[in-house]
Structures are given as structure tokens and as C-alpha cells.
């Protein structure tokens, strides 16, 4: 199946600093969504992208469609400690139902 | 709450048992999704159902039965597990169509012993 490459896998930071993760793909996407997960639970839709180049912002998030339309970036201003989770890209093709997810990136924000 | 719930939120069951995840979308969309997630690796997804039609199944083994009965109910129905199917299952839904984001459960943790 299709392979989204996300990265970091995992980062530490500290309390303020900003944040940024990207997921780049093989195929060329038209729908970005990018998730986040604690633990236990599931996935919270944090910012979904529809259009090459669109920059969305959600609070201290921000998100973007890479031009390519084979990317997507996520940017965290400010961290604060209850943004730790794992954060999940997920991409979707102009057919079908399926969308393709990352492997996740995991953060920690250290007070 | 995102409108997606699922049950049991926990289920411990023995490799000749026979139980089942329900799940249940109260957003009025028409396509639903069982994921699994297991540790350090990407969610994989299992089925798709739209408007209660399978649409996909990705060559998941026949011990997983899944049901949709209506556009706002689904269930994966288990049998004769294997302990490596533990793991985090997943339902979504979304409104099908050009856009339509996929807003998930909270989870049923399944552990086969």
C-alpha cells in the first residue's frame, strides 16, 4: 500500500519552543489531515488541507499543503505541556474512500 | 466527544471466544472505516462501508467479520483470534465525497490471550 513517510519519529522540546513535523508521500495527495493521539484514545482531526499551497491555522497550529501536493507540514507555536501526544499525518487520493497515514510522530514537551 | 463512539472500550477474550466491537456515529455521514492499530506501526486499515455497501477489504483474515447494517452503525465481529491480534481497533466515519474529514472513536483496546 501507499507509504507516508512522517518525520521526526519522535522529539523532545522544551516548554515554548515551536515545533515542526512534515509528511511527504509517494503519490500525489488531494486531501492533507493532520491528527493528534494521547494515549488510550483515539485520534483528534487537528487541520485538514484541501488545496496545493493552503496554510491553515488552528490556535498555536499551523498547517500546510506542500505545493507538490506530495507533502504537508505541521508547525506548533509556543509548546505547552499538554501538547504531548503522538501527531499523525494522513493523506487521501482523488479516488476511493482509502486514507494513508504516518507513522507518527511523538512529542514531548519538558516544563 | 467527536461524535464517534465505540464498545467495549476494553475487551479481553480467549483465542476460542466469539465477541464483538460495536460502533455507533451520531454526524450523519455515510461512510465507515474499521482501523487497527498496533504498536510502532502506521494505522492499517481493515474495511471501508459506504452508505452500508463494503467497499474495501484489505485482505484482512476471515476471523474478522465485519457488519453494517445501516449508515450509522458497525460492528467487527470476532472469532478464533490469535494474540497477535491484539491491538487498538479504530472506527471512523466521514462524509463521502470531494472532501469530508474522517473523525475517529475513541478506541476498543482488544488483548487475545
Known amino acids: 500500500g501507499q507509504q507516508l513517510n512522517q518525520s521526526p519519529q519522535s522529539m523532545f522540546i522544551q516548554e515554548g519552543e515551536d515545533v515542526s513535523m512534515n509528511c511527504t508521500s509517494s503519490?500525489?495527495?488531494?486531501?492533507w489531515l493532520w491528527y493528534k493521539q494521547d494515549p488510550g484514545e483515539g485520534p483528534v482531526l487537528l487541520i485538514a488541507?484541501?488545496?496545493?499551497?493552503e496554510l491553515t491555522s488552528n490556535g498555536r497550529l499551523t498547517a500546510q499543503f506542500g505545493i507538490t501536493r506530495k507533502d504537508s507540514f505541521l508547525n506548533i507555536s509556543a509548546s505547552i505541556p499538554s501538547d504531548v501526544g503522538i501527531y499523525f499525518c494522513?493523506?487521501?487520493?482523488?479516488?476511493?474512500?482509502?486514507?494513508?497515514f504516518g507513522t507518527g510522530t511523538s512529542l514531548t514537551v519538558i516544563p | 466527544e467527536t461524535g464517534v463512539t465505540q464498545t467495549p472500550r476494553h475487551l479481553v477474550m480467549g483465542m476460542t471466544n466469539k465477541k464483538s466491537l460495536k460502533c455507533e456515529q451520531h454526524?450523519?455521514?455515510?461512510?465507515m472505516y474499521w482501523y487497527k492499530q498496533s504498536a510502532k506501526k502506521p494505522l492499517e486499515l481493515m474495511f471501508v462501508?459506504?452508505?452500508?455497501?463494503?467497499?474495501e477489504n484489505n485482505s484482512v483474515p476471515s476471523r474478522f467479520s465485519p457488519e453494517c447494517p445501516n449508515s450509522s452503525h458497525l460492528f467487527l465481529h470476532l472469532h478464533t483470534l490469535q494474540p497477535e491480534d491484539s491491538a487498538l481497533y479504530l472506527c471512523?466515519?466521514?462524509?463521502?465525497?470531494?472532501?469530508?474529514?474522517?473523525?475517529f472513536g475513541e478506541g476498543s483496546r482488544l488483548t487475545v490471550l
Open positions: 494522513a493523506g487521501r487520493t482523488n479516488t476511493g474512500n482509502q486514507f494513508y
Open positions: 454526524l450523519g455521514h455515510n461512510a
Open positions: 503519490s500525489i495527495f488531494n486531501t
Open positions: 462501508y459506504n452508505f452500508k455497501e463494503q467497499t
Open positions: 488541507l484541501y488545496k496545493a499551497g
Open positions: 471512523a466515519s466521514r462524509l463521502a465525497g470531494m472532501a469530508g474529514e474522517l473523525f
